[in-house]
């Protein structure tokens, strides 16, 4: 009876390991791990806690925008024009400072630019027709030359002391947009497996046309 269990709980263990060996993601962790442990053995302050905050305060804001490519991703899409529509947000909220505005009120405006840049990439794609790729390449130049032409001849050195203070705060040493990016992954991480609506972006990508016929049904 016990070597039953025992037997059961193993063939569980082994089951759980393959479909783990099986996914996609396993080789880039594979990988990941075999260079950080390459870094800490032969970089003397790889290992260091102020290094690994540097590391992830260096990473999250990209990590922030890689959650939205994510459904993208997903559903078989894709967005060139991120990192541009990024530069164009902060150049917004930048010439909003410098002109002395509200802080609270230059990042609005700044996340409402991005708002509308993603609008009409998404517009481009799914009213006019044009391809993912052809059109958010072209919106990339465009967002990317916005930001250089309109606003590059403006700058603000002072950081307002509101904002200053809320990108300052810190908790268990590590500053607030850290813990914000690490919140943010894992509600949506949870989202994604957990509610119907982020999960029929999985059979989006699977087959877009019988994914369409399956909502309109519904």
């Known amino acids: 009876m016990l070597d039953s269990g025992l037997e059961t709980n193993k063939n569980k ?3 759980i390991l393959k479909r783990f060996v099986e996914q ?4 880039v962790t594979i990988i990941f791990i075999v260079f950080f442990i390459a870094l ?7 290992l260091t806690f102020v290094n690994l905050r540097a590391f992830l305060m260096a990473f999250s804001i990209d990590v922030l925008v890689a959650v939205g490519m994510v459904i993208l991703l997903i559903s078989g899409g894709f967005d060139l024009s991120v990192g541009s529509i990024l530069a164009l947000s902060g150049g917004v909220m930048n010439l909003f400072l410098h002109f002395n505005f509200n802080p609270f009120l230059a990042v609005f405006f700044g996340l409402i630019t991005g708002v509308i840049c993603g609008v009409i990439n998404g517009l481009l794609i799914s009213r006019v027709g044009i ?9 990339m130049g465009i967002y990317r030359s916005m930001d250089l032409i309109i606003l590059g001849g403006v700058h603000t050195t002072i950081i307002p002391e509101v904002l200053a203070k809320f990108a300052d705060r810190k908790f268990l040493g590590l500053e607030f947009y850290i813990w914000f990016m690490v919140i943010i992954v894992s509600l949506f991480s949870i989202a994604l ?3 119907r609506f982020l999960r029929q972006f999985f059979y989006i990508g699977g087959n877009q046309d019988s994914a369409s016929v399956s909502l309109s049904r519904n």
């Open 131 to 139: 391809n993912a790729l052809i059109a958010t390449l072209a919106t």
């Open 193 to 195: 497996n957990r509610t």
């Open 40 to 46: 800490a053995l032969t970089a003397n302050n790889f």
């Open 13 to 15: 263990f082994v089951s």
């Open 24 to 27: 996609r993601e396993f080789s």
